[in-house]
């Protein structure tokens, strides 16, 4: 299944959440009212209550930078091969 393209952002994520828990509405009321998939919410739910434990919101900061900086190391091995394509191309001499 593939996603419909939403993005929501932290701070309305933080509003479900806190609707949920502080109001006491059920999951599957809010995900009703507002259109959004009850599993989506228990997986905002979930995400949240592993933020408030130290060491999983330590382990997800680094899963996250670590995720980063492999993108970016794949950026640059992208770049370094289309420097040197092009630097192959440049070196040839001319043909006459």
Request: glycine content about 6%; overall charge positive.
């Amino acid at each position: 299944m593939g996603s419909n393209g939403k993005r929501y952002n932290q701070e309305f994520k933080d509003g479900v959440i806190r609707l949920i828990k502080e109001d006491g509405r059920s999951v599957s009321s809010v995900a009703k009212d507002l259109g959004i998939a009850e599993q989506t919410i228990y997986r905002w739910l979930d995400k949240a209550k592993s933020r408030q434990n130290p060491d999983k919101a330590k382990i997800m900061e680094l899963e996250a930078e670590l995720k980063a900086a492999k993108r970016r190391e794949n950026e640059l091995q992208q770049t370094v091969d289309i420097l040197k394509k092009a630097t192959a191309i440049f070196a040839t001499p001319p043909r006459k």
